[in-house]
Nanobody, 116 residues
Framework: QVQLLESGGGLVQPGGSLRLSCAAS????????MGWYRQAPGKQRELVSQ???????DYADSVKGRFTISRDNAKNTVYLQMNSLKAEDTAVYYC??????????WGQGTQVTVSS
């Protein structure tokens, strides 16, 4: 059973920074893509950023230039460095991982609140 263990959420003031981490464990197959989605109250879940095992990364337009995704393949861990946070970044952030056989896994979610 694959588990995604997230950490790093919390409360931060506008303009501040947070770093999210997500470690995948228990997969019999290689993890091809890891990433982060978020869901704000009353809104649909949306892709924030994702990165392949080769290091190719994508970002939502709303976070480009502020968020940076990185990955440690040896540890099956993905990080999301979030800088210049805005109130509209407030959401539950979910870690996502896809294995080489196409199975997708989700973390439990971690709350990020940007407020003064």
């Amino acid at each position: 059973q694959v588990q995604l263990l997230e950490s790093g959420g919390g409360l931060v003031q506008p303009g501040g920074s947070l770093r999210l981490s997500c470690a995948a464990s228990g997969s019999r197959f290689s993890i091809v893509t890891m990433g982060w989605y978020r869901q704000a109250p009353g809104k649909q879940r949306e892709l924030v950023s994702q990165i392949t095992s080769g290091g190719s990364a994508d970002y939502a337009d709303s976070v480009k230039g502020r968020f940076t995704i990185s990955r440690d393949n040896a540890k099956n861990t993905v990080y999301l460095q979030m800088n210049s946070l805005k109130a509209e970044d407030t959401a539950v952030y979910y870690c996502n991982a896809m294995s080489s056989i196409g199975i997708t896994y989700w973390g439990q979610g971690t709350q990020v609140t940007v407020s003064s």
